[in-house]
């Protein structure tokens, strides 16, 4: 498997814990949740889109370790994502290799992601 070697363009989204994602049900890709200036949680859309990912985040009843923590702490997270028009099995294993690179604290040591 080869990822592009295009760079991961990251955009913020403002207000991302009240933002209306109409439209981004169709837009795959990796978010950021960066919570007092570090990033703690990298995670997916592959398939089904950023925005019910994102939307799914900010509902009560998480039962993840990072779903939770991103709950609990969604007005003071910053969350970037980066939409990709990549295979799913790419994004996903992008995703790998940023967590293993950045070692986020909320996401699951070896178990977030699948193997590779």
């Not at 703690?40 to 592959?46: L, N, P, W, Y």
């Given at each position: 498997?080869?990822?592009?070697?295009?760079?991961?363009?990251?955009?913020?989204?403002?207000?991302?814990?009240?933002?209306?994602?109409?439209?981004?049900?169709?837009?795959?890709?990796?978010?950021?949740?960066?919570?007092?200036?570090?990033?703690?949680?990298?995670?997916?859309?592959?398939?089904?889109?950023?925005?019910?990912?994102?939307?799914?985040?900010?509902?009560?009843?998480?039962?993840?370790?990072a779903g939770v923590l991103i709950y609990r702490h969604r007005a003071e997270i910053t969350m970037r994502v980066a939409v990709l028009d990549w295979p799913p099995d790419d994004i996903v294993h992008c995703l790998g290799r940023l967590v293993d690179k950045h070692q986020p604290s909320w996401n699951v040591p070896n178990g977030h992601h699948r193997d590779f």
């Open positions: 498997m080869q990822i592009p070697t295009t760079p991961i363009k990251w955009v913020i989204i403002p207000n991302w814990h009240t933002t209306n994602f109409v439209g981004w049900g169709g837009a795959n890709g990796l978010f950021r949740a960066i919570f007092h200036g570090k990033t703690m949680f990298i995670g997916h859309a592959a398939e089904g889109g950023l925005g019910p990912r994102l939307l799914a985040l900010r509902r009560p009843g998480q039962k993840y370790h």
